[in-house]
């Protein structure tokens, strides 16, 4: 992909850009249309974004984005995210019905995660722990939603088992697809990817104000990454 970005006239950077803003700008749409058709209280737009947005992270790494093109977007929400707390610029995706910095923290956790593994060339496990956020969060929230009929609260939030089945159920799908994507198939890859879902679930259930966006995908990299070099290099 990249030697295609740079055989056009423009800068590669400038097209990898644009791609990637003609993605969020279809992921914002599709929000859009459904948050004026859904209850003000429904989870559905937020999480189209939550979701959408963050496979961003996957364009990123398939069109070879520079480290610098990752922090600087990072930097870039996590302010319109500050700002959206106090002016009414993300109402679809701020209005959760309680106190909360998720948006931020997902921003920043995209921009750290892109600091570490980007120059590593290990790119691969920033995608997990974004990927880990969008997918098991978002399935989680709207499970838990819809079907939470067995409720439990820890730290002051109240979560659902069925929630917290879907989270550890959706990371695993995502760890081992990753993992075993780049370094096979095989036992090693299959158990790392179930501690790292195991790991991942406990801390999305400390999730007050939020601060599961940045813990899981954070914790969920981190682990994935010391579990590989330890077996697996």
């Avoid at 930097?75 to 909360?100: D, M, T």
């Avoid at 995608?127 to 880990?132: K, Q, S």
Wanted: with cysteine; aromatic share 10%.
């Amino acid at each position: 992909m990249q030697s295609l970005l740079t055989d056009g006239n423009l800068p590669p950077y400038l097209l990898q850009g644009m791609v990637i803003v003609i993605w969020l700008g279809l992921v914002g749409a599709v929000a859009a249309g459904v948050y004026r058709h859904t209850p003000t209280v429904s989870e559905i737009p937020r999480k189209i974004v939550h979701i959408g947005a963050g496979h961003v992270i996957l364009l990123a790494w398939w069109l070879e984005t520079p480290t610098w093109m990752g922090l600087a977007a990072s930097v870039v929400f996590s302010v319109v995210a500050l700002l959206s707390y106090r002016l009414p610029i993300l109402p679809g995706i701020n209005s959760v019905g309680r106190p909360s910095l998720g948006t931020f923290f997902y921003a920043v956790s995209v921009g750290v995660l892109t600091a570490v593994f980007w120059p590593l060339q290990q790119p691969e496990f920033a995608v997990l722990g974004v990927l880990t956020m969008t997918w098991g969060d978002g399935l989680a929230a709207l499970v838990g939603q819809a079907y939470g009929r067995h409720p439990y609260r820890l730290w002051g939030s109240t979560k659902s088992w069925e929630g917290s089945l879907t989270m550890g159920l959706a990371t695993f799908g995502v760890c081992s697809t990753i993992l075993c994507g780049v370094y096979g198939l095989g036992s090693i890859t299959l158990g790392i990817a179930a501690i790292v879902a195991i790991a991942a679930t406990g801390l999305e259930a400390f999730s007050k104000l939020g601060i599961d966006n940045l813990t899981v995908p954070l914790g969920s990299a981190a682990l994935a990454f010391g579990l590989i070099q330890e077996w697996l290099t």
